[in-house]
Nanobody, 125 residues
């Protein structure tokens, strides 16, 4: 059984919204993040959240449009994506790390040791 399982991707027109979910069984004490990747490019950080959920950080390209949150009771991480653009098209991954200090939300890929399989988001008319 995969420890991190994403869902919620799909095809949406420009300006539309999607909410991604990541069920993260066994990762209640971790900082977490969302990353995305398109073919031929490196995986990039999109949004991250600290262990306690009180601190978040976003990539410049999505700040103001995306919101990361988590429900510790449900062991689920979310990414609400609004005002989607064609350039948001990518395979989106959630990631978790036991190595983050308290209060730290990071987009540094090297920090994260656990990854999901990804969910595809396509923004197109």
């Amino acid at each position: 059984e995969d420890p991190l399982v994403e869902s919620g991707g799909g095809l949406v027109p420009p300006g539309g919204s999607l909410r991604l979910s990541c069920v993260a069984s066994g990762f209640s004490g971790t900082c977490m993040g969302w990353f995305r990747q398109v073919p031929g490019k490196e995986r990039e950080g999109v949004a991250a959240i600290a262990r306690n959920g009180a601190v978040t950080t976003y990539a410049d390209a999505v700040r103001g449009r995306f919101t990361i949150s988590k429900d510790n009771l449900k062991n689920t991480l979310y990414l609400q994506m609004n005002s989607l653009k064609p350039e948001d098209t990518a395979l989106y991954y959630c990631a978790a790390s036991f190595s983050c200090s308290n209060g730290i939300a990071t987009l540094s890929r090297s920090v994260y040791g656990s990854w999901g399989q990804g969910t595809q988001v396509i923004v197109s008319s």
